[in-house]
Antibody
Framework: QVQLQESGPGLVKPSETLSLTCTVS????????WSWIRQPPGKGLEWIGY???????NYNPSLKSRVTITVDTSKNQFSLKLSSVTAADTAVYHC?????????WGQGTLVTVSS | EIVLTQSPGTLSLSPGERATLSCRAS???????LAWYQRKPGQVLRLLIY???SRATGIPDRFSGSGSGTDFTLTISRLEPEDFAVYYC?????????FGQGTNLEIK
């Protein structure tokens, strides 16, 4: 059964770039879409975007100018970069398998934006 | 952007009872592209239903989804103790894909 695990800094300063990695175990990253979703404290889930294993992407228009999602098939990982962060980007960030329906999720990692 | 409104916010029921959770969309969801997820404390989110009514792999048949257009329902026919959790709907017919705010199904 595939498992996903997010990793990265838990604290990012305003105006800097948030960088997270999702490591996929128990299955290959190939032939699937891979997504990032976030949930700010006390708020609902927000779709960030997805990538195909071979590189095509689709991003939430509200974040598109700041988001990059990439895949490293050699490491069975995919990554999220979110630039110019503000306090509004503080959230639990989840990675998941799938581009539309998400059939496997990571536990999520809290990223706080603060100086 | 399609806004999904779930009701009720909290549903208090007893094991063995039937649960009916609602998800209403602000615009028609194309091709019934609606999914339901379950979140239990300390566990990852789990896909239950996709395409409005198709059960995901390994999901018990007490879970069923229905609806089309703007009104969708998740029904749990007979609640088991492990079913008490938070449930989210998601539409993926129109970008950006959006989620409902969740229904907390709690033990009465």
């Amino acid at each position: 059964q595939v498992q996903l695990q997010e990793s990265g800094p838990g604290l990012v300063k305003p105006s800097e770039t948030l960088s997270l990695t999702c490591t996929v175990s128990g299955g290959s990253i190939s032939s699937y879409y891979w997504s990032w979703i976030r949930q700010p404290p006390g708020k609902g889930l927000e779709w960030i975007g997805y990538t195909y294993y071979s590189g095509g992407t689709n991003y939430n228009p509200s974040l598109k100018s700041r988001v990059t999602i990439t895949v490293d098939t050699s490491k069975n990982q995919f990554s999220l970069k979110l630039s110019s962060v503000t306090a509004a980007d503080t959230a639990v960030y989840h990675c998941a398998r799938g581009g539309v329906t998400l059939d496997s999720w990571g536990q999520g990692t809290l990223v706080t934006v603060s100086s | 952007e399609i806004v999904l409104t779930q009701s009720p916010g909290t549903l208090s029921l007893s094991p063995g009872e039937r649960a009916t959770l609602s998800c209403r969309a602000s615009q028609r969801v194309s091709s019934s592209n609606l999914a339901w997820y379950q979140r239990k404390p300390g566990q990852v989110l789990r896909l239950l239903i996709y395409g409005a009514s198709s059960r995901a792999t390994g999901i018990p048949d007490r879970f069923s989804g229905s609806g089309s257009g703007t009104d969708f329902t998740l029904t749990i026919s007979r609640l088991e103790p492990e079913d008490f959790a938070v449930y989210y709907c998601q539409q993926y017919g129109n970008s950006p894909y959006t989620f409902g705010q969740g229904t907390n199904l709690e033990i009465k």
